[in-house]
């Protein structure tokens, strides 16, 4: 099992940004591939992007492309969301979560989950 902690997450002005930070603990922690998500109330938890356990590949959600970049620092057992041009409707709870699989889209394909992070958007 791995466990993962979010931290960065605030309020910000609409144009604003923000760097969300995943700490996994655990011995495999390294061979995770890494994703993140956002659930705002009363929606559905929703992919916002995934990198693979070695960082050479992402994949974002058409919504934050171009905005948002993930990243990680194997060495320290750290996965980050930069976010940029942050909007309104970007406010949500913000969740890191970890899978074995090469790369993951879904909730599903997700097995360990941090206890997320609140970013709120607004003026």
């Known amino acids: 099992q791995v466990q993962l902690v979010e931290s960065g997450g605030g309020l910000v002005q609409p144009g604003g940004s923000l760097r969300l930070s995943c700490a996994a603990s655990?011995?495999?922690?390294?061979?995770?591939?890494m994703g993140w998500f956002r659930q705002a109330p009363g929606k559905e938890r929703e992919f916002v992007a995934t990198?693979?356990?070695?960082?050479?590949?992402?994949y974002y959600a058409d919504s934050v492309k171009g905005r948002f970049t993930i990243s990680r620092v194997n060495a320290k057992n750290t996965v980050y969301l930069q976010m940029n041009s942050l909007k309104p409707e970007d406010t949500a709870v913000y969740y890191c979560?970890?899978?074995?699989?090469?790369?993951?889209?879904?909730?599903?394909?997700?097995?360990?989950w941090g206890q997320g992070t609140q970013v709120t958007v607004s003026s």
């Open positions: 979560a970890a899978t074995l699989r090469g790369m993951g889209l879904h909730p599903s394909d997700f097995g360990s």
């Open positions: 655990g011995r495999t922690s390294s061979t995770y591939a």
């Open positions: 990198i693979s356990w070695n960082g050479g590949s992402t």
